[in-house]
């Protein structure tokens, strides 16, 4: 058995709950397809080696569960490229897929993407950290009428400050004065005795 037949099964069981409508769960399978072909394609015996570890036993992809009285819902973590191809190789590949996954879902590319790898990642001409597995995820999250697609960068180089301050400069560059001002306001409650590790934001196109 193949790591994608079950996870395809487990999919079509999760869209069959939720009833989307027919438009949401086609773009559904299509970027898992698009998204995890390489990388669930092997046999469904660990270790799931080559990739970076989403999961404790190394699997390279997580089913996310949304449970609310406002909505409930799922989506979908994964890892995309062939297990054992190099760290850049496979951010590459990332980033043809996220092209190939916005007109599956007909929108045009997040021109955000380019600045953020610009500022959070190694250019290809340095020397990318040798812990580093992956450089970027993806997430896939149906909607009702529409599936939403997120992006998650590796921050893990350099200090903690290094890390916070990258964020801020990504800010900055999409414009983003006002989420800036909150960073630098959270930024004396979160380095008061603590050691931040990671940090999540969701790009919106009206914020």
């Not at 449970?67 to 297990?83: D, N, R, T």
């Not at 909607?143 to 290094?162: H, I, Q, V, W």
Request: glycine share 8%.
């Amino acid at each position: 058995t193949r790591l994608a037949e079950i996870v395809r099964a487990q999919l079509e069981e999760l869209l069959r709950l939720h009833r989307f409508g027919k438009r949401t769960d086609r773009q559904t399978r299509q970027l898992l397809a698009l998204l995890t072909g390489e990388a669930l394609d092997r046999p469904a015996v660990p270790p799931f080696e080559g990739l970076s570890f989403i999961n404790a036993n190394g699997l390279p992809f997580q089913w996310v569960l949304h449970l609310g009285p406002a909505a409930q819902g799922f989506g979908f973590l994964c890892e995309v490229g062939k297990p054992g191809e190099t760290t850049a190789a496979r951010f590459q590949l990332t980033l043809e897929r996220l092209d190939a996954a916005c007109r599956v879902l007909d929108r045009p590319p997040p021109t955000f993407v380019h600045d953020a790898t610009s500022i959070l990642l190694p250019s290809f001409d340095e020397r990318w950290p040798e812990h580093w597995r992956s450089a970027v995820w993806l997430g896939v999250a149906p909607r009702g009428g529409k599936a939403a697609l997120k992006s998650y960068f590796n921050l893990n180089r350099g200090t903690c400050r290094e890390r916070w301050l990258r964020t801020g400069w990504l800010l900055k560059a999409l414009g983003r004065e006002r989420a800036l001002e909150r960073l630098c306001d959270l930024s004396s409650f979160c380095s008061s005795g603590g050691w931040p590790v990671g940090l999540a934001l969701d790009v919106m196109p009206d914020d």
